[in-house]
């Protein structure tokens, strides 16, 4: 109880120390604007009468993984509202208008009142949370009320809290869950090793959701008319350290490549200071207006939503964030079965650290590594296509979690 006290000090603590800094920082503004007006629109949007299943996520990440089990949730019980909430405004705002749930809102700060106040409005009939969100003044709620609870697609490391001597009371949160989704069988052992059985390893359900991509129309009459016959190099969610390395090789090359670069920052100024850094001939997304495509030797998209499917056009792919601020989606590129190329820092990316093991992703520390390796997935065309081969393979290999969970779920409502 005392450790519990001081936890909710804490939680109100730190939204007295947000408020006052959404003053200054509008991704925070966000974040506390977002909150104020939750539970009057849960008011608004459900009846005493409706079933409700709620899933949460923490941002963009989780969102993917839990959208395979919204949509087959949607399919098997039509009578059911969905609710979605989200933690992080780079989840919710991006999201807000998605039509994978009936309502989607922030999800209020884990207090006590919070908890009471929106678990006694919503009244799921199953709550799931995604991955690592675990919140004990909510999970305490649920359990009281009885609402079966899980956590899906979750994974576990030693260096997590739980599993540190003085991990008790978040141990004591875990133990709320009805059931565990595990991504590997590591997680399972840690589990197990604090007295926690009630564990499934069914894999990670965001495998299911790129493998959709496969069957879903990919064209982009752009990048029909850019590319032509000549081999790609798309570079996703590039930052200005994965930039430098590629910028250099570019104005250096000889090779006969169209080159896509896809920036996660897409302000005005770092898109003008990236083209002009360009020696070779450079276009926009925004200026493809009348413009003969096929002339161009560099595309950069300075727009959000067309990076998976330029993917499906690429020969090799680079992923963006493996320098400082953490990788990007490795899976989306990996999906169309081409060799895929970041920056050293993959570590705490299970995908990445499976694939970099199995050598169908090839790490770059510096601009020698960078351009070695990639003259020689240009050159060798039976290295090139052998790695993209391993990319796809693990893609492949690793669907089905989504039917493994549906099966288990499917007695719960």
């Known amino acids: 109880m005392f450790v519990h006290a001081i936890y909710s000090f804490l939680v109100h603590l730190v939204w007295f120390l947000l408020k006052l800094i959404a003053f200054f920082n509008p991704k925070i503004k966000l974040f506390v604007n977002g909150r104020k007006n939750v539970l009057s629109t849960l008011k608004k949007s459900l009846s005493k009468t409706d079933k409700v299943i709620w899933m949460h996520v923490a941002s963009l990440g989780e969102y993917e993984q839990g959208l395979p089990i919204l949509e087959k949730l949607r399919e098997n019980h039509p009578k059911h509202k969905i609710l979605l909430t989200f933690f992080s405004p780079s989840g919710f705002e991006v999201k807000k208008n998605s039509k994978a749930a009936d309502i989607i809102t922030y999800l209020p700060l884990d207090t006590i009142s919070n908890a009471s106040k929106f678990i006694a409005l919503v009244k799921p009939e199953m709550a799931l949370f995604i991955k690592y969100e675990i919140w004990p003044n909510y999970l305490n709620i649920l359990k009281k009320e009885e609402i079966p609870t899980f956590l899906i697609s979750a994974l576990f490391s030693k260096k997590q809290i739980y599993f540190k001597w003085y991990g008790g009371f978040m141990r004591k949160n875990l133990m709320v869950f009805n059931h565990f989704f595990l991504q590997d069988e590591n997680s399972k052992q840690l589990l197990k090793s604090i007295g926690i059985p009630n564990t499934s390893v069914t894999g990670d359900t965001r495998f299911d959701r790129v493998s959709e991509i496969l069957s879903q129309d990919n064209t982009l009459d752009f990048m ?17 350290e994965d930039e430098e390395l590629i910028i250099d090789f570019i ?25 002009v850094s360009c020696t070779k001939k450079t276009l926009l997304y925004s200026e493809i207006t009348n413009q003969n495509l096929a002339d161009y030797k560099v595309l950069i998209i300075d727009t959000i939503g067309l990076l998976t499917k330029i993917y499906s056009y690429a020969d090799i792919a680079y992923v963006g964030g493996g320098f400082k601020t953490g990788l990007h989606n490795t899976l989306e590129p990996a999906v169309f079965g081409i060799p895929i190329m970041t920056g050293p ?69």
Request: charged share 25%; net charge positive.
């Open 251 to 275: 104005n250096s090359s000889n090779e006969n490549l169209k080159y896509v670069i896809a920036p996660h920052n897409i302000k005005h100024e770092h898109i003008s200071r990236l083209k």
């Open 224 to 240: 029909d008319s850019f590319k032509e016959n000549a081999l790609c190099f798309v570079v996703g969610s590039s930052w200005p």
């Open 345 to 413: 820092n993959y570590q705490g990316f299970k995908e990445a650290e499976d694939l970099v093991c199995e050598k169908g992703i090839l790490i770059s520390n510096n601009k020698e590594v960078f351009n070695s390796t990639f003259k020689k997935l240009v050159k060798n065309k039976s290295f090139r296509e052998s790695t993209g081969t391993i990319t796809k393979n693990y893609v492949s290999s690793n669907t089905g979690a989504t039917i493994q969970i549906m099966r288990y779920l499917q007695d719960v409502i």
